[in-house]
């Protein structure tokens, strides 16, 4: 057949079947998701001006685009509050990708929040001596050199430093800002990624110890890959079986209210091994993110390795993003199976609690002390999760704002206790740092009760809230529990106080350094926090529990 003849018929069979309907263009609600787009905005201006901006400035501009973006955000996120979003005006924005609901703006602003004064941790740089007459921060001259090779010293001698860090923290907090509030499968999927890889890399960034920093980096992106493959694959598993990835969808086919279903799904749909194999698999992916027994194999590792303040803002925000994700999923998505998924939060959280607790009492570093430490607040906090009650959405929410505030202090100080080989770390360095220097141990003691659960701190307030809501939801023995972990954890958090005030300072011992006004603000914040939510909580237990209604 000719290309003439080819040619007219396609032409008449286009012109006898019916004109193709209009693609609609997606409807994208920009000011109910400005948060999320400010601070991606922002971290692409650090991308420009990693490009653009002469390496002698780009450290001040990165920390002011940052910072900047960060309070813009926030700023974003009271607005929508006080705008209804949070309670009345509450619904899915973006097609259906994305929830506008009082526990996505509230774990947004705690995360925008600690983000910010992770900036301010990151900038530090009056702690380490000048290098060749240029001040340094916790981050290598240059992070593509071999450790201790020519290229990373004539870095050094330059006065080269790493401010891609500010970007990639900002790409970190845009994921963190998605993933309590997806709502589909595949957005959800997308944020655990988008902060993921940056995590990998700032892990590896550290200018002293580089080998343990990159040996961390490693474990961390190669145990978060294996997650992110179970909770892809329960992705699929859940599609499989639902035949769609919203989240009230999936909903409906679980209840077994759906009406509509297409002939060509209705083989597999309703397939009850795929649900409870595909839930299975995320709630895997999130437990490992939260750092939960037994999937937190990789946490004192990581802490230990990377940057300090790396470390700070991972255990701080990561928690929040994650928490968020998994209360969405549980009580969203899979309600309707809440009698399958309880027993075995039930033992995650007992192990958890319990695990993290007695192991930590082994600890010999500060930094492993404080990841053991949050293993069992993640145990804690499941407690909550785990009441399946409108106090125990609240009871969380109000749990995460506390914990990551004094995460955030407690690693700011650890960054300040110094000796000639960096962060002195290891535990019998800490003897004595109430003589040397009462302030910065007594604000560290403060931490350190807070974490403990002792009365007046917001730790204690945060504990009473999901234990209260344990005990109302039906799971007291979690309670009993949950209590003796405190007690056991109380005794290490005590001994590190005993530690720093009733023994006697090394002569030789390392010096806490002074420093600029930046992580001095993270660390005071962190306190006030802390001692705000202790001594009066109430109206920030209000707040969550009006936060606490998902939409759906």
């Given at each position: 057949?000719?290309?003439?003849?080819?040619?007219?018929?396609?032409?008449?069979?286009?012109?006898?079947?019916?004109?193709?309907?209009?693609?609609?263009?997606?409807?994208?609600?920009?000011?109910?998701?400005?948060?999320?787009l400010i601070v991606l905005g922002a971290a692409l201006v650090g991308v420009l001006v990693e490009a653009?901006?002469?390496?002698?400035?780009?450290?001040?501009?990165?920390?002011?685009?940052?910072?900047?973006?960060?309070?813009?955000?926030?700023?974003?996120?009271?607005?929508?509050?006080?705008?209804?979003?949070?309670?009345?005006?509450?619904?899915?924005?973006?097609?259906?990708?994305?929830?506008?609901?009082?526990?996505?703006?509230?774990?947004?602003?705690?995360?925008?929040?600690?983000?910010?004064?992770?900036?301010?941790?990151?900038?530090?740089?009056?702690?380490?001596?000048?290098?060749?007459?240029?001040?340094?921060?916790?981050?290598?001259?240059?992070?593509?050199?071999?450790?201790?090779?020519?290229?990373?010293?004539?870095?050094?001698?330059?006065?080269?430093?790493?401010?891609?860090?500010?970007?990639?923290?900002?790409?970190?907090?845009?994921?963190?800002?998605?993933?309590?509030?997806?709502?589909?499968?595949?957005?959800?999927?997308?944020?655990?990624?988008?902060?993921?890889?940056?995590?990998?890399?700032?892990?590896?960034?550290?200018?002293?110890?580089?080998?343990?920093?990159?040996?961390?980096?490693?474990?961390?992106?190669?145990?978060?890959?294996?997650?992110?493959?179970?909770?892809?694959?329960?992705?699929?598993?859940?599609?499989?079986?639902?035949?769609?990835?919203?989240?009230?969808?999936?909903?409906?086919?679980?209840?077994?209210?759906?009406?509509?279903?297409?002939?060509?799904?209705?083989?597999?749909?309703?397939?009850?091994?795929?649900?409870?194999?595909g839930a299975a698999m995320i709630v895997m992916g999130l437990l490992f993110k939260v750092g939960a027994?037994?999937?937190?194999?990789?946490?004192?590792?990581?802490?230990?390795?990377?940057?300090?303040?790396?470390?700070?803002?991972?255990?701080?925000?990561?928690?929040?993003?994650?928490?968020?994700?998994?209360?969405?999923?549980?009580?969203?998505?899979?309600?309707?199976?809440?009698?399958?998924?309880?027993?075995?939060?039930?033992?995650?959280?007992?192990?958890?609690?319990?695990?993290?607790?007695?192991?930590?009492?082994?600890?010999?570093?500060?930094?492993?002390?404080?990841?053991?430490?949050?293993?069992a607040h993640a145990g804690f906090i499941l407690a909550g999760v785990i009441a399946t009650t409108p106090?125990?959405?609240?009871?969380?929410?109000?749990?995460?704002?506390?914990?990551?505030?004094?995460?955030?202090?407690?690693?700011?100080?650890?960054?300040?206790?110094?000796?000639?080989?960096?962060?002195?770390?290891?535990?019998?360095?800490?003897?004595?740092?109430?003589?040397?220097?009462?302030?910065?141990?007594?604000?560290?003691?403060?931490?350190?009760?807070?974490?403990?659960?002792?009365?007046?701190?917001?730790?204690?307030?945060?504990?009473?809230?999901?234990?209260?809501?344990?005990?109302?939801?039906?799971?007291?023995?979690?309670?009993?529990?949950?209590?003796?972990?405190?007690?056991?954890?109380?005794?290490?958090?005590?001994?590190?106080?005993?530690?720093?005030?009733?023994?006697?300072?090394?002569?030789?011992?390392?010096?806490?350094?002074?420093?600029?006004?930046?992580?001095?603000?993270?660390?005071?914040?962190?306190?006030?926090?802390?001692?705000?939510?202790?001594?009066?909580?109430?109206?920030?237990?209000?707040?969550?529990?009006?936060?606490?209604?998902?939409?759906?």
């Open positions: 057949m000719s290309t003439a003849a080819v040619h007219s018929l396609w032409t008449t069979a286009a012109a006898s079947a019916d004109p193709i309907s209009k693609i609609d263009a997606p409807k994208i609600e920009y000011g109910q998701l400005s948060p999320t653009f901006v002469p390496r002698k400035n780009r450290y001040y501009a990165q920390v002011f685009v940052s910072a900047v973006a960060l309070c813009a955000a926030f700023a974003a996120v009271i607005a929508l509050a006080a705008g209804g979003y949070g309670t009345t005006k509450a619904h899915v924005a973006a097609m259906g990708a994305i929830s506008v609901d009082g526990p996505a703006l509230f774990l947004q602003g705690t995360i925008l929040l600690v983000g910010l004064l992770g900036v301010f941790t990151f900038a530090e740089r009056r702690l380490d001596p000048a290098a060749h007459g240029n001040r340094v921060d916790s981050f290598a001259a240059q992070a593509a050199s071999v450790p201790g090779s020519d290229s990373e010293r004539a870095a050094v001698k330059a006065g080269f430093t790493t401010t891609e860090a500010f970007p990639l923290l900002l790409f970190a907090i845009g994921g963190m800002l998605v993933f309590p509030s997806a709502n589909d499968l595949l957005t959800l999927f997308v944020a655990l990624e988008v902060f993921s890889l940056p995590l990998y890399l700032l892990c590896a960034l550290a200018r002293r110890k580089r080998l343990m920093s990159q040996e961390a980096a490693v474990k961390y992106f190669l145990l978060g890959a294996f997650a992110s493959a179970f909770t892809l694959f329960g992705i699929a598993l859940l599609y499989g079986y639902a035949g769609s990835v919203p989240y009230a969808r999936i909903a409906q086919v679980v209840d077994g209210t759906v009406t509509d279903v297409d002939p060509a799904l209705a083989g597999t749909m309703g397939n009850d091994a795929l649900l409870l194999v027994v037994p999937f937190h194999m990789w946490t004192p590792d990581v802490y230990q390795g990377a940057p300090t303040p790396v470390t700070g803002f991972m255990a701080s925000a990561t928690k929040v993003a994650a928490f968020g994700a998994l209360l969405r999923l549980l009580y969203v998505v899979l309600p309707g199976l809440r009698w399958d998924w309880r027993p075995v939060m039930w033992a995650v959280a007992i192990v958890t609690m319990l695990g993290g607790a007695i192991v930590a009492i082994t600890q010999t570093d500060i930094k492993r002390l404080l990841a053991y430490s949050s293993i106090s125990g959405i609240s009871s969380v929410l109000f749990y995460l704002a506390a914990y990551s505030f004094v995460t955030i202090g407690a690693f700011a100080v650890v960054t300040l206790v110094r000796d000639a080989g960096g962060e002195a770390t290891h535990l019998s360095k800490w003897a004595g740092l109430g003589r040397r220097s009462p302030l910065v141990a007594a604000v560290f003691a403060v931490f350190l009760l807070a974490f403990a659960g002792i009365p007046l701190t917001s730790g204690f307030a945060g504990k009473f809230a999901v234990f209260k809501a344990a005990a109302e939801g039906g799971a007291m023995p979690l309670v009993v529990v949950g209590v003796i972990s405190s007690a056991i954890a109380a005794f290490f958090y005590i001994r590190v106080i005993v530690l720093m005030f009733f023994s006697r300072p090394h002569p030789e011992g390392p010096t806490v350094a002074v420093a600029s006004p930046l992580t001095t603000v993270a660390i005071a914040a962190g306190v006030a926090v802390t001692v705000v939510l202790g001594v009066a909580p109430q109206y920030f237990l209000d707040l969550a529990s009006q936060a606490g209604v998902f939409v759906r």
